[in-house]
């Protein structure tokens, strides 16, 4: 199984940007789907974006649609998630996820069975 290790949370304005990384290890990276998801206080994991084990298709969610990038980089054993047009609701703690049996348009928590320990994301207005 994959080890997963997020960085690039912190705080951002209303605006602003931020960007994340996810760091894989152990087994193969590139045989993996990808996804980051988030979440806030007193809410359920949300899914927020996935991208294919080529890098070639991502698929996102509706609020994030636009302003967020995901991407992926197999010879870094690296994701991103580039966070642009930061919104306060957009403030929660962010995961990525890594699915053996995933692909991009994969959106349950259910179809990845690895996962970082979480960044936070603060936005304030």
């Known amino acids: 199984q994959v080890q997963l290790v997020e960085s690039g949370g912190g705080l951002g304005q209303a605006g602003g940007s931020l960007r994340l990384a996810c760091v894989g290890s152990?087994?193969?990276?590139?045989?993996?789907?990808m996804a980051w998801f988030r979440q806030a206080p007193g809410k359920e994991r949300e899914f927020v974006a996935a991208?294919?084990?080529?890098?070639?298709?991502?698929n996102y969610a509706e609020p994030v649609k636009g302003r967020f990038t995901v991407s992926r980089d197999n010879t870094k054993n690296t994701m991103y998630l580039q966070m642009n047009s930061l919104k306060p609701e957009d403030t929660a703690v962010y995961y990525c996820?890594?699915?053996?049996?995933?692909?991009?348009?994969?959106?349950?928590?259910?179809?990845?069975?690895?996962w970082g320990q979480g960044t936070q994301v603060t936005v304030s207005s």
């Open positions: 991208i294919s084990r080529s890098a070639m298709t991502t």
């Open positions: 996820a890594a699915g053996a049996g995933a692909n991009f348009m994969s959106r349950s928590p259910d179809d990845f069975g690895a």
């Open positions: 152990g087994r193969s990276f590139s045989n993996y789907a």
